[in-house]
């Protein structure tokens, strides 16, 4: 069994093989961090990742698939005068490699340290026939857990580069060794620099984040308001509220990458350095220390004409946010209250 050697393929076949080879016959172009294929730029839109750069579907389709290295053409013929570099450069600074020299160069710098997580293989996963490791600069295919994942035999041993490419200034190569070329070929060739086990398992699902509704109720007393915001198993360490004069954030994380982000932008004016928050199994309650003893028609401001009204109904015990046992009036309203001709 051999494996196509044409960009974007990548493919196992034997001569027998049936299936399309659909590769790239272009050459890959890289500006600013954009990477993309001469061929196809304008129906496969550049990417940052080179992983997902190496995803990009061929544009290209024939019957057959070549193990022929692509150098073999050119190898019969000495590079001229004229060809001695691969970077075409156009007049809004991209850059397009080619394949017409095979050279070595040296580094244009030390490579940059940088941090290095390496995912494991998840041994628990089941591998089907025919994958091939993840890890960069190995391509090993898979045949068995036995002789690819179990073991120190040969093919249970990879050789890898454990840091990401970088390309600068028309060199290529990998920040965890040294070697740079021009070629974009000779680059997928040099070898890994670290010895490891393979990654054949899938990559984790990434969960996205959903922001969801939660119910928000309150009551009030003479000094106080407090809100009461219906959420189940709120994270304590990661949640943050903050109070401010006339507003209360809210950035709740809850489970299974749920999380609930508001604003309150309050009726009335509050002391946030009086104000305070108790997190519960079920709810998170507010605390609100009002900076007058007003009563609060309703809990956020609002652009409804409400009247002239400035009482509403609070309750004294338990969590009640329905029915009053004492109507809660200020000053001003409890003076005309006890003198109406007033």
């Not at 730029?41 to 995803?55: A, G, Q, S, T, W």
């Not at 089907?128 to 898979?142: D, M, P, Q």
């Not at 996205?208 to 009461?228: A, F, I, K, P």
């Not at 999380?259 to 309050?266: D, Y």
């Amino acid at each position: 069994m051999s494996r196509c050697t044409r960009k974007g393929c990548g493919k196992d076949f034997t001569s027998t093989s049936t299936d399309k080879c659909i590769f790239h016959p272009g050459e890959p172009v890289f500006h600013e961090g954009l990477k993309s294929w001469s061929c196809c730029k304008d129906v496969n839109k550049p990417v940052l990742d080179f992983d997902e750069f190496m995803n990009l579907p061929g544009c290209t389709e024939t019957d057959f698939h070549t193990s022929a290295t692509p150098q073999a053409e050119s190898a019969a013929k000495p590079p001229s005068a004229a060809n001695l570099t691969t970077i075409e450069k156009t007049v809004d600074g991209v850059e397009t490699y080619g394949t017409t020299l095979q050279q070595s160069i040296a580094p244009a710098s030390a490579p940059v340290a940088v941090p290095i997580v390496e995912e494991e293989d998840d041994l628990t996963i089941q591998v089907s026939v025919g994958t091939h490791c993840r890890r960069k600069g190995c391509g090993t295919t898979f045949v068995s857990d036995e002789i690819n994942r179990i073991g120190d035999e040969d093919g249970a041993v990879c050789i890898y580069h454990p840091a990401p490419p970088i390309f600068r200034e028309g060199s290529k190569g990998y920040l965890c060794c040294k070697r740079r070329v021009l070629e974009f070929d000779e680059f997928l060739k040099i070898k890994g620099c670290k010895k490891g086990r393979h990654l054949f398992s899938p990559p984790p699902e990434l969960k996205t984040e959903e922001l969801v509704t939660c119910r928000v109720d309150h009551y009030q007393t003479l000094e106080r308001v407090h809100v009461s915001i219906f959420a189940k198993q709120v994270d304590k360490d990661r949640s943050i509220v903050q109070f401010c004069d006339s507003e209360v954030t809210l950035d709740l994380f809850l489970p299974g990458s749920k999380r609930f982000k508001h604003t309150l932008n309050l009726f009335g004016p509050i002391d946030p350095t009086r104000s305070h928050f108790s997190v519960f199994g079920t709810k998170v309650e507010l605390h609100l220390q009002k900076s007058d003893t007003r009563s609060w028609t309703i809990l956020e401001k609002t652009n409804r004409d409400l009247g002239n009204v400035s009482l509403t109904f609070g309750v004294g015990g338990r969590t009640g946010t329905v029915g009053a046992k004492d109507i809660v009036l200020d000053p001003s309203n409890g003076a005309r209250a006890l003198n109406p001709s007033a």
